[in-house]
């Protein structure tokens, strides 16, 4: 028998973002398997990962704002409200920025103008969430009632998963940067980081969903 206070969450991830960010996946799969198959032109390929790219930012930009904690979950709630908005958007029209330059830009210098306008979001954005969103923390546990602190943990869990998303697509922007500075062999060294960061933030994940299941 499933427990009931997993629904929220199952559905978050079976809605039409998370549909949607798995037909981007499985695209992103394609490209790749396919230029190396020689089954499409590897500059083809590329464009097409890039475009995937610069849609899963602007599926993650759209989707933040929507996650918001209850009301009486944080302390300063507004400015979190307002940090996390202003991300939604800049990441957003970044994503849309990434799209569009996967399409016209010159293939040779493609990535590296890709992975300047992703760093730049995440930069804007980032700087911009610490100058509000610092000053909101959780309220203390002995105020909140036990449906806030459900809520709160839930949202929490939905969250971390956008902010997975976000680092995967951080990093990648690094790699896209350091393959054009300083060739293959430094991308593939940043790949080691990569992985060791992810697999951390997936275990908070998992913990987190687990918290927020009860």
Do not use: H
């Not at 799969?29 to 995937?52: C, H, Q, T, Y």
């Not at 979190?80 to 920025?97: E, Q, T």
Request: hydrophobic share 60%; with cysteine.
């Amino acid at each position: 028998m499933s427990n009931p206070s997993s629904s929220p969450i199952r559905s978050k991830l079976l809605s039409v973002p998370g549909v949607v960010l798995a037909g981007l996946i499985m695209m992103l799969l394609f490209a790749g398997i396919a230029g190396e198959l020689n089954w499409i032109d590897r500059p083809l390929a590329k464009r097409m990962a890039s475009v995937v790219f610069g849609c899963v930012l602007a599926l993650a930009g759209n989707y933040l704002p929507k996650l918001v904690f209850p009301t009486g979950a944080l302390t300063q709630a507004g400015r979190a409200v307002s940090a996390d908005r202003f991300a939604g958007r800049v990441f957003f029209l970044a994503g849309l920025a990434v799209v569009i330059t996967s399409l016209v830009a010159p293939i040779s210098d493609m990535l590296i103008i890709v992975a300047a306008i992703g760093i730049g979001a995440f930069v804007i954005a980032g700087f911009n969430w610490l100058r509000l969103a610092q000053t909101a923390s959780p309220a203390d546990s002995a105020t909140a009632d036990a449906e806030t602190t459900a809520s709160f943990n839930k949202v929490k869990a939905q969250r971390m998963a956008i902010f997975l998303i976000l680092n995967a697509l951080f990093w990648t922007f690094l790699i896209f940067i350091a393959d054009r500075l300083w060739g293959d062999m430094a991308a593939q060294w940043m790949l080691v980081p990569f992985i060791i960061v992810n697999s951390l933030l997936a275990m908070v994940q998992m913990k987190l969903v687990q918290k927020a299941r009860g």
